[in-house]
């Protein structure tokens, strides 16, 4: 027993695991730089995955995102007192007009709600920036929203629908070309696509300076001044709208077009709010505008010439005064021939 004791204290010592069956043969002999390699390994990792922090966000990124975040609120909570003022001085309002633009108000706050949600992914590396298709896409469906509106609060007669029904479509068509030439690949169709929204701008500016315009001349007070801020603001506004367009094909910084643009709207839609309130507030105010070029001389004239029975006081009697060169009509005298 002693020998076998003896021989037993000589076996080298073996190194053991935790558990008590593992076979000493199966153990595995780790690197001794083990420990920096998985360390090394995880923070590549964990790098690679992580959130980008604060510090990678500008100042000019911050500014761009509350400008949609405004917006949003802004207009958000205008739209809301302008249908809570409809219901609660209904009998005093256009109370279908205004309810219709504080609607109107509250979609165009939440489009630029999405639009902000969408910008901060970006910030936070999650998705891409709001491109100017989709703002374009978005005012093609509230751009002739906003003409209704502003077609009830002038109360457009009849037969000058037709022309207000071509303002709804030259907007929609202006900011439709916008989108799409924002979603073309080469350079050249971009430019060729974004040239028709700069065509079609200019052709709203001047029906709306042929109606709205140099229509208010026989209206006074609060309302003149209400359609022709309107009027001027989404001449000027709307026009800078395919000019940023333009020019942001050119560079490669959409987040300085959508700045400039969110300002613009604020701009825009904050006089065309200011208009409407000036004429939606009172039902003795209400405006009834023609467009100022149909009472020129030519597509009156006739209708005069040709009445049996000319209205009196009427000025425009084309081919009836003394020295024009015409015969005059012998309706218009039938007592001279009895007399003789």
């Known amino acids: 027993m002693a020998e076998k004791s003896t ?12 558990n008590d069956n593992t076979s000493p043969s199966v153990t595995v002999v780790m690197p001794d730089n083990i420990d920096k390699q998985i360390k090394e390994l995880g923070g590549e990792t964990t790098a690679s995955t992580e959130v980008p922090s604060d510090l990678t966000i500008t100042g000019f990124q911050r500014a761009t995102y509350f400008s949609f975040l405004g917006d ?147 209206i006074r007070g609060g309302a003149k001044r209400g359609i022709t801020v309107i009027a001027y603001s989404i001449m000027v506004g709307w026009l800078l709208y395919p000019i940023l367009n333009l020019v942001s094909l050119m560079g490669d910084n959409p987040t300085l077009y959508n700045f400039l643009l969110n300002i613009v709207d604020l701009a825009v839609l904050g006089c065309v709010t200011y208009g409407l309130w000036e004429t939606v507030t009172s039902r003795r105010d209400r405006i009834a505008l023609k467009p100022s070029f149909r009472n020129r001389k030519g597509g009156g004239g006739k209708k005069y010439a040709g009445a049996p029975q000319p209205t009196a006081g009427a000025t425009p009697r084309v081919g009836t005064v003394e020295g024009d060169g015409e015969r005059k009509p012998g309706f218009k005298r039938p007592g001279a021939y009895s007399n003789n």
């Open 72 to 218: 949003s609120i802004i207009w958000g909570l205008v739209g809301m007192f302008f249908i809570a003022k409809a219901f609660k001085d209904k009998q005093t309002v256009q109370f279908a007009t205004m309810a219709a633009y504080g609607g109107l108000l509250v979609a165009i706050g939440l489009m630029f709600f999405i639009y902000s949600k969408q910008f901060g992914g970006f910030l936070n590396g999650v998705g891409s920036e709001p491109s100017l298709a989709l703002r374009g896409f978005g005012w093609m469906i509230f751009a002739p929203a906003l003409f209704y509106v502003l077609s009830r609060a002038v109360r457009v007669p009849a037969q000058d629908k037709t022309l207000y029904l071509a303002m709804f479509g030259l907007a929609a068509g202006s900011f439709l070309f916008i989108g799409l030439s924002q979603l073309v690949s080469g350079q050249l169709e971009q430019i060729g696509l974004s040239v028709f929204p700069i065509l079609f701008s200019a052709s709203l500016a001047l029906l709306l300076f042929m109606t709205l315009t140099s229509g208010t001349a026989g």
């Open 7 to 18: 021989l037993v204290d000589d076996l080298p010592p073996v190194a053991k695991s935790g």
